[in-house]
């Protein structure tokens, strides 16, 4: 049986590439192919980062000649390429099969011209992508790349099911909150209901500019009906998403959201802009409910629909739970994971 590589950024790491990891260590494809996890980054001071990188650079310099496919976690960022660009070059001096396992959407646009990336490419075996959206963005625009590709979800761990008994009034959205989230657009919303609805509240999870929406809120007088936690993991970040009934999502660009996979499987109603890979799976109506891009009244009405709505509610907390199941599930993803390394085998 071949042995597999996986490099990516620190478990320690916030965000998608290392959840992926994290959930990928847990399945029946990490012992079967040998797995090694190597971190390449980490959220540290500048010093760290600088140690981390070079203890990468010198393990796989021992390593990687015992593995047969090396599969990169990466996205486009030259400072990503950049440190992993050692290993790269070991493994095409030792001819393993190279995976490119690109944790991007749309922003895949804007680096066409990024000749470090493109070239990284063309020397690999195989480019995984996150949703068929962005395997057909890709085609479209990386003509000159002839490098085979697929289509990889991202894995969700499977949660406990959730009574709709435990659910309360709750609107929750969970970011680093920059001006690509639009975490503003759920304040505008908010704004226009809160009078008609005081027994909901809005909590809003994650770091990033918190003082600027805190100043935001305060302006509009939702000090009350909305709350910042900052950022929060665990079983404080378990209590919010168990008694959360509705996600907002209002990002304009996105790979594919961890984040809506897990608020699925918690039984979340979901209200987001048809951001990232998600149209390959929205169900309108079914397992979530989508609104234009930057349009907070639009919002309104959607949270409005499922407040007054129990039953819609209940329907589309079920479905979702359903579909998450069966489509992101560890069954699935690891058996879709074994049929990509079977593939690099011959």
């Known amino acids: 049986m071949k042995k597999v590589l996986v490099v ?16 990928m260590e847990k399945m029946p494809v990490w012992n ?24 990468s650079w010198f393990v796989a310099l021992f390593i990687i000649w015992r593995y047969d496919i090396v599969h990169f976690h990466t996205v486009p960022d030259r400072i990503c390429l950049m440190i992993q660009m050692p290993i790269f070059l070991l493994a095409l001096v030792g001819r393993k099969r190279i995976i490119m396992h690109i944790h991007m959407g749309n922003q895949l646009r804007n680096h066409t011209n990024n000749k470090l990336f493109l070239w990284h490419l063309k020397k ?15 085609k479209e625009e990386y003509s000159c790349i002839k490098t085979r590709t697929t289509v990889l979800y991202n894995v ?49 999870l994650g770091n990033g500019e918190v003082e600027r929406y805190k100043q935001m809120a305060e302006e509009m007088s939702l000090s009350s009906a909305v ?22 999502m209002c990002s304009y660009e996105e790979g594919f959201p961890m984040v809506v996979l897990e608020s699925w499987a918690y039984g979340i109603c979901v209200v987001t802009t048809p951001v990232g890979g998600l149209p390959d799976v929205i169900e309108e109506g079914r397992n979530c409910l989508t ?31 359903e579909f998450v199941l069966k489509t992101f599930s560890t069954e699935k993803i690891n058996c879709d994971i074994c049929g990509i390394y079977k593939q690099l085998q011959s």
Request: include cysteine; hydrophobic fraction near 40%.
């Open 227 to 248: 709350k910042f936690t900052g950022y929060i993991t665990g079983k404080d970040k378990d209590d919010y998403f168990r008694k959360a009934s509705i996600y907002c």
């Open 156 to 204: 969700c761990e499977e949660i406990p099911p959730v009574a709709p008994a435990e659910k309360e009034k709750v609107i929750i959205m969970a970011a680093y909150f920059t001006d690509n989230k639009a975490p503003e657009l759920l304040l505008q919303a908010w704004y226009k209901l809160k009078d008609k609805y005081p027994d909901w509240k809005v909590r809003m």
């Open 32 to 55: 079967e192919y040998s797995c090694y996890w190597l971190g390449t980054q980490i959220q540290r001071s500048y010093l760290w980062k600088l140690f981390y990188a070079v203890r």
């Open 8 to 23: 990516g950024s620190a478990r320690q790491s916030a965000g998608g590439v290392s959840t992926v990891i994290k959930l």
């Open 291 to 321: 609104f234009p891009f930057g349009e907070s009244d639009a919002l309104a009405e959607k949270l409005e629909l499922l407040i007054n709505n129990e039953q819609l509610r209940n329907d589309m907390m079920k479905n979702a739970r």
């Open 124 to 138: 690999a075996d195989l480019i995984i992508l996150l949703a068929k959206k962005w395997e057909r963005l890709f």
